[in-house]
């Protein structure tokens, strides 16, 4: 996603519309008009052409695991760690533990 919208757009759309499942329709489709008022136009514009019928857009554009190792490396502990990323302190230590 981040290569099709780019960084700025693609963080956009999963802050609006992050881990929903929902119909993306065709830029004339009088659907568009509610995709581009939660968006802006222009985002909407690229979602159409990237992406079309039934999708579910993910919650996060980097994934937990690499947002975890991340944070530990800024010298975060695993308690700070799951709390900044709203999960599980055990989730935080497994993840730790395979790295």
Known sequence: MIRTLGQAD????????????????AAADPAFSRLAAR??????????????GRVTFPQRLVPLDEEIGRLRREMLT????????HCAERYVYLVLSRQ
Not at 78 to 85: D, Q
């Open 10 to 25: 693609a963080a956009r759309v999963v802050e609006v519309l992050g881990g929903e499942r929902i119909y993306v329709p």
């Open 39 to 52: 968006l802006g136009e222009e985002i909407a514009r690229k979602v159409c052409a990237a992406f079309g």
């Open 78 to 85: 695993p308690v700070e760690i799951a709390r900044h990323l």
